[in-house]
Every structure is written in structure tokens, then in C-alpha cells.
């Protein structure tokens, strides 16, 4: 398994903005899809948002579109993610999750999907 690489969490105030990355060495980046997800104190990880390979695919939760955009950079390999209009329920561990080839709509945000997983990085919104 592959060890991605996640950085950019902090602390900061509701309606703050803050820009996660995560970094996929070793892999032949251009083929895998990458997913974000979440997992806040006491609850399920989440599935946040998903990029597929060719950048022409985007899936993101209800919760979170029109506040996060998901982007890619294949020459470095890295994929971020852009967190505007932060609320506290965003709270939580942020991780990302790679996977080669395609997956549906229904499909993305399942965890058992990936096999490659970061380790985390916090972010919290608080007053």
C-alpha cells in the first residue's frame, strides 16, 4: 500500500477558509482517482469530495457543495482541497484515499473502496 500524505490543517474561525493538500508518491498518479473524507469525534468517516484521474469527474457531499472545491496538479502529483465558508460541524479529521480507475456516483464516498490512505490531518472551526 501507498502512504499518502495530507498536510494544511489548522484552526480557525467559522466562515474561515483553509486549503488542504495531499501529496500520492509512488503510484502512477495520473490513473488514480483520489477521494477526501472525513471523520469527526464519535461519528462515521465521511466521504467529502472525489477527483477522478482525468480531472474531468467531481463528486462532493450535500453538506459541503458549493463550499469545497476539489482540484488536482498531475505534475505534482497532489490534489487539494479548498474549504471556503468553514462551519464548525466541518470539524473533523481530514483524510485522502486513492484508488485506480473510475467509480460511480453511489460508489465514492464508501471507504472500502480505497486502499490507500493517508493519515490524517486536523482541522477544527471554533469561535
Known amino acids: 500500500q501507498v502512504q499518502l500524505v495530507e498536510s494544511g490543517g489548522g484552526s480557525v474561525q467559522p466562515g474561515d477558509s483553509l486549503r488542504l493538500s495531499c501529496v500520492v508518491p509512488?503510484?502512477?498518479?495520473?490513473?488514480?482517482?483520489i477521494a477526501w473524507f472525513r471523520q469527526a469525534p464519535g461519528k462515521e468517516r465521511e466521504g467529502v469530495s472525489w477527483?477522478?484521474?482525468?480531472?474531468?469527474?467531481?463528486y462532493y457531499a450535500d453538506s459541503v457543495k458549493g463550499r469545497f472545491t476539489v482540484t488536482r496538479d498531475n505534475a505534482k502529483k497532489m490534489v487539494s482541497l479548498q474549504m471556503s465558508g468553514l462551519k464548525s460541524e466541518d470539524t473533523a479529521v481530514y483524510y485522502c484515499?486513492?484508488?485506480?480507475?473510475?467509480?460511480?456516483?453511489?460508489?465514492?464516498?464508501?471507504?472500502?473502496?480505497?486502499?490507500?490512505w493517508g493519515q490524517g490531518t486536523q482541522v477544527t472551526v471554533s469561535s
Open positions: 477527483i477522478s484521474s482525468n480531472d474531468e469527474g467531481t
Open positions: 484515499a486513492a484508488r485506480i480507475g473510475v467509480i460511480s456516483s453511489d460508489r465514492w464516498s464508501h471507504r472500502e473502496n480505497y486502499v490507500s
Open positions: 509512488g503510484v502512477p498518479f495520473d490513473y488514480c482517482g
